[in-house]
């Protein structure tokens, strides 16, 4: 019914960007927060960020001041802009929709399928 679809991943040096894409798509009425999360290997998934629909957000003290969440509704799209990267920050990341409204009377959380980062030092 509804799918989350990230893009934007890849391999980037220590220092460098990376811009993250997460589209909804499907039945849609509206949507309520929307969020990243990661999983390094052989850890647990870690929250990154999260964004209400009125665009207030939330951040790991890890990423703070170096990652920015933000969203365009119209588009029921979210995004995840990286700067600073460093090796610790690789990961695949994970988008989240934990208040998808199908209809005004119907909820449900959706994950997208992730989308790998990889910073080299």
């Known amino acids: 019914q509804v799918q989350l679809v990230e893009s934007g991943g890849g391999l980037v040096q220590a220092g460098g960007s990376l811009r993250l894409s997460c589209a909804a798509s499907?039945?849609?009425?509206?949507?309520?927060?929307m969020g990243w999360y990661r999983q390094a290997p052989g850890k647990q998934r870690e929250l990154v960020a999260t964004?209400?629909?009125?665009?207030?957000?939330n951040y790991a003290d890890s990423v703070k001041g170096r990652f920015t969440i933000s969203r365009d509704n119209a588009k029921n799209t979210v995004y995840l802009q990286m700067n600073s990267l460093k090796p610790e920050d690789t990961a695949v990341y994970y988008c989240?929709?934990?208040?998808?409204?199908?209809?005004?009377?119907?909820?449900?959380?959706?994950w997208g399928q992730g989308t790998l980062v990889t910073v080299s030092s």
């Open positions: 989240n929709a934990p208040g998808v409204l199908t209809t005004p009377w119907r909820s449900l959380e959706v």
């Open positions: 964004i209400t629909i009125g665009g207030s957000t």
């Open positions: 499907g039945s849609i009425f509206s949507i309520n927060d």
